[in-house]
């Protein structure tokens, strides 16, 4: 079964600093990679995902993310985060098929202070 | 016109009593879940329908039971609720890759 580890906790920037989350993902065969946030109060979101083609993806809000294959890691990166990008990500993988199933990370608290 | 809708945002109810939660689609997907998010916002999957029918149903007590009766209606039924039970927990439902969360719905037992 899949398995995905955030390495962070909680990690708490300044506005305009820039932002990378870690995650790995286990699993032997082919995987689809989710990033989702949740905005306090809120439900969660896509930000990006990966399927097949460039292992670099872009989503909303000027975030994008690196699928490295060798190192079963799909990290998140932003060069300068905002104050508003304070929120809970999560990680998740999905084996794909039509049986769909997300595998959650346990999330990362993302604090912005102005 | 909300993609998924919970209802209710949220439940208080004291321990032992029987709770439902609804949930509505109007995507038009087959495959709708409900997720369990708790205190540690660790998400997890409970069960997932597929045109009405069950397809995953992850290790969870008996007391959950989840009903079907159209492709856009998951609802899940708690019997005998217990302190563990509280979280918060997602509907979500998809057509081949993408998920659609619906608000969460956020059940304390007292």
């Known amino acids: 079964a899949q398995s995905v580890s955030q390495h962070n906790h909680h990690v708490i920037l300044s506005e305009a600093a820039s932002l990378e989350l870690g995650c790995n993902y286990s699993y032997g065969g082919t995987v689809n990679l989710f990033w989702y946030v949740q905005y306090p109060g809120q439900h969660l979101q896509l930000l990006l995902k990966y399927f097949s083609g460039d292992p670099l993806v872009k989503g909303i809000k000027g975030f994008e993310a690196e699928f490295i294959k060798s190192k079963f890691s799909f990290n998140l990166r932003k060069p300068s985060v905002q104050w508003s990008d304070t929120a809970e990500y999560f990680c998740a993988v999905s084996t794909g098929g039509s049986n769909y199933k997300l595998t959650f990370g346990k999330g990362t608290l993302l604090t912005v202070n102005p | 016109d909300t993609a998924v809708s919970q209802t209710p945002k949220y439940l208080v109810t004291q321990m032992g009593n029987d709770k439902s939660i609804k949930c509505e689609q109007n995507?038009?997907?087959?495959?709708m879940y409900w997720y369990k998010q708790d205190s540690k916002k660790f998400l997890k999957i409970m069960f997932s329908y597929n045109n009405k029918e069950l397809i995953i149903n992850e290790t969870v007590p008996n007391r959950f039971s989840p009903k079907s009766p159209d492709k856009a209606h998951l609802n899940l039924h708690i019997n005998s609720l217990e302190l563990g039970d509280s979280a918060v927990y997602f509907c979500?439902?998809?057509?081949?890759?993408?998920?659609?969360f619906g608000q969460g719905t956020r059940l304390t037992v007292v």
């Open positions: 979500a439902s998809s057509l081949g890759d993408r998920a659609f």
């Open positions: 995507l038009g997907h087959d495959t």
